[in-house]
C-alpha cells in the first residue's frame, strides 16, 4: 500500500507530503485546486512519460517520491529477478532534472524507467475517468475475464508459445527464400564449383610452375653458365679445387717451422670442401637443365589455365581460388541439406501449433467458466448502482485463426432497459452506464487481482442521490480488503471514508492537508448545501458520517 507521498516542485505544487492510510482514503477539493495534478504526479512516480516544463520553478529539479509498504509473498522473487534488495517498506523516486532528464530509483537503486513502470502496475491501479474507453479494449476485456478465471499465468504460457510460434513461421519463410534463391543459382554455383574442382588447385604451386617456366625456356643459357662454372672448378689440372686443394697441402708442409700459416692452410682446406660440394651441386644441376619441349608445353599450359581461371574469377592467386572453391562447396552443401532443414522446421511447427491450440482450448474453457461469474456478479453490483433490471452477457467466440491471447473474442453485451436484447456495450450504453460497469469490473478484479492500492478519480461522475451512496458502500467494501483512494465531488461517497484528505489552492500553489472530523463535518456540510453552510447541512453531514 502507499503510505506516504512527497512532490517537490510539480505544476503548481511547490511542496507537499500526504500520508495515507489503510482502507478508503477520501480526497476532495474545489474545481482546479489540483486533484489532478496530484495523479499526474503519482503516474509520473510509477514510470509515466515525462513531459517538458513539469517544474514550477524551471531552475530546479522536480522530486516525487512515494513510501510503499509491500508484501514478501508478492514481491520479493520480482526484486530478486531485478536484482533489488526486497523491504518491507520500499521508497521509489522519480526525479526530473531542470535540463529535462529523467531518473528513477527504487530505494536507493538507479533503475530503468521499464523496471520503476513494471514495478508501479504491480503497486497502483489508477483508474481516471477516460479509462472507462477501456471498455472498448479487446485486451482489456480479456484481461478481466482471465482475471476473473485466474488463469493469467496459462495466458501467459500461450503467449510466450504464440510468438516463438510466429517467429519459427518467420524463419521457415526466411529458409524457404533462400531455397528458391538457391534453386536459382544451384547450376551456376554447380558449374563454378566443377570447374575449380577439376582444376586440381594446389597452394603454391603457380611460383613453382613460374620458375621452372623460366628455367625451361632459358635451358641453353643456364647449361653453359653451369657447365662453365663446374668446368672451372674441377677441371683436372688447372680447375679451382686442385688448385686450392695444392695451395693447402703447400701451407700446411710449412706450418710446423712457421705457425702463422696453420691458421691459413685450414681456411684453405675449408674453402676446398666447399667448393667440392658446389661442384657436385653444379653437376646435378647440369644433369638435370635441358631442352624440354614436351615438359615446357605441359607447364605452359598449366600456366595459362591459372591465369585464365584468376582472370574470370578477378582473383590474383591460387590462395584465393581455392577460397572461392571452398565457398562454392559450402553453398552447395546448403542447398542439399535446405529442404531437410525445411522440413525438420515444418515438424516443429506443427508440434508448436498443436501445443499453442491445446493451451488455447484450456483458456477458452476457463474464460467460459467465468463468464457467469462476471455476468452474475456485474449484474447484482449494477443493481445496487440504480439499474435494476441490467443485463450483462460476457459473449465468448472462438475466433478463425489463433492470436497473441488465445482463440476468443470477448464482447460485454448489456442492455439497461428490460426487454431491450442485450447488444456490445460500447454501441448502446451512456458514458454513466459505462461507468457504473467499469466500477462493478473493478470492483471484482480488485477482489481476485490482490492488486496492493487502486485510485479512482471521479468514478461517480454522473451519479446522485441513493445511488451515490451505493457507489460509497461499494468503494467502501473495496477498502476492507485493498488500500482505496477515491477523489470524489460526493458528499455521500466522501462521507465513506477512512480517511479525508482536501486538496486546495492559496497563493497560486496546490497544498493538501488531512481534516479533523469536525473539519470532515463541516467539509461535507459545505458539499450538501454550497458556501453557506446551514444547521440541516450539519446535521446530515454527521448523519453521513454516522456521527
Request: proline share 2%; aromatic share 4%.
Amino acid at each position: 500500500m502507499l503510505q506516504q507521498l512527497r512532490v517537490e516542485n510539480y505544476a503548481l505544487i511547490e511542496s507537499l507530503e500526504i500520508d495515507f492510510n489503510r482502507g478508503l482514503n477520501i480526497i476532495t477539493g474545489e474545481t482546479g485546486a489540483g486533484k489532478s495534478i496530484l495523479l499526474g504526479a503519482l503516474g509520473l512516480l510509477l514510470g509515466g512519460k515525462s513531459e517538458s516544463g513539469v517544474q514550477r520553478d524551471a531552475s530546479r529539479s522536480c522530486t516525487i517520491e512515494g513510501v510503499f509498504e509491500i508484501d514478501r509473498a508478492t514481491f520479493e522473487e520480482w526484486f530478486d529477478e531485478n536484482d533489488l534488495e526486497w523491504e518491507p517498506q520500499v521508497s521509489i523516486r522519480r526525479v526530473i532534472t531542470a535540463s529535462g532528464k529523467s531518473r528513477a530509483f527504487i530505494g536507493d537503486m538507479p533503475v530503468q524507467l521499464s523496471v520503476l513502470r513494471e514495478l508501479g502496475d504491480r503497486l497502483i491501479d489508477i483508474h481516471s475517468q477516460h479509462r472507462n474507453l477501456l471498455i472498448k479494449d479487446d485486451s482489456f476485456r480479456l484481461n478481466v475475464v482471465d482475471g476473473v478465471a485466474e488463469q493469467h499465468a496459462l495466458v501467459a504460457e500461450y503467449s510466450a508459445e504464440y510468438h516463438r510460434l510466429g517467429a519459427l513461421r518467420r524463419r521457415l519463410a526466411e529458409m524457404q527464400r533462400e531455397v528458391e534463391e538457391y534453386r536459382r543459382q544451384y547450376d551456376y554455383i554447380s558449374f563454378q564449383y566443377q570447374e575449380l574442382s577439376t582444376a586440381k588447385l594446389k597452394e603454391g604451386e603457380q611460383q613453382e610452375l613460374e620458375e621452372e617456366y623460366a628455367m625451361l625456356t632459358n635451358a641453353d643459357r643456364i647449361g653453359e653458365a653451369v657447365g662453365g662454372a663446374l668446368a672451372s672448378l674441377d677441371e683436372e689440372q688447372t680447375g679451382a679445387l686442385m688448385r686450392v686443394r695444392a695451395m693447402a697441402g703447400d701451407l700446411s708442409r710449412v706450418a710446423d717451422i712457421f705457425p702463422r700459416v696453420a691458421p691459413l692452410a685450414e681456411r684453405l682446406q675449408s674453402a676446398y670442401v666447399e667448393l667440392r660440394d658446389i661442384a657436385a651441386e653444379l653437376g646435378d644441376v647440369v644433369d638435370s637443365v635441358g631442352a624440354d619441349e614436351s615438359r615446357l608445353e605441359s607447364v605452359s599450359t598449366r600456366i595459362n589455365t591459372i591465369y585464365d581461371l584468376q582472370q574470370k574469377h578477378r582473383v590474383t592467386s591460387v590462395a584465393e581460388l581455392l577460397a572461392l572453391q571452398e565457398e562454392y562447396r559450402t553453398k552447395l552443401e546448403a542447398m542439399d541439406t535446405s529442404s531437410e532443414n525445411s522440413a525438420r522446421m515444418r515438424e516443429e511447427i506443427a508440434a508448436v501449433e498443436q501445443h499453442c491450440h491445446t493451451l488455447a482450448d484450456r483458456i477458452t474453457e476457463g474464460r467460459r467458466k467465468a463468464a457467469p461469474v462476471i455476468s452474475q456478479s456485474v449484474k447484482s453490483m449494477l443493481s445496487r448502482l440504480g439499474i435494476a433490471s441490467a443485463v450483462f452477457e460476457v459473449s465468448i467466440e472462438p475466433t478463425e485463426e489463433l492470436s497473441a491471447n488465445g482463440a476468443d473474442c470477448v464482447e460485454f453485451l448489456f442492455s439497461a432497459n428490460p426487454g431491450m436484447p442485450a447488444r456490445s456495450i460500447d454501441r448502446i450504453a451512456s458514458g454513466g452506464e459505462i461507468s457504473r460497469v467499469m466500477l462493478a469490473l473493478k470492483a471484482l478484479m480488485a477482489s481476485r487481482a490482490g492488486l496492493p492500492t487502486i485510485i479512482f478519480d471521479e468514478i461517480d461522475t454522473g451519479v446522485s442521490g441513493r445511488v451515490a451512496d451505493e457507489v460509497g458502500e461499494i468503494v467502501a467494501e473495496m477498502g476492507h480488503g485493498m488500500q482505496v483512494i477515491n477523489i470524489t465531488h460526493l458528499p455521500q461517497v466522501a462521507s465513506k471514508g477512512d480517511s479525508h484528505l482536501l486538496v486546495y489552492k492559496t497563493d497560486g500553489a496546490t497544498h493538501i492537508r488531512k481534516l479533523s472530523t469536525e473539519e470532515r463535518v463541516e467539509h461535507i456540510a459545505a458539499m450538501l448545501s454550497g458556501s453557506t453552510i446551514t444547521a440541516a447541512a450539519q446535521q446530515q453531514a454527521r448523519e453521513l458520517l454516522g456521527l
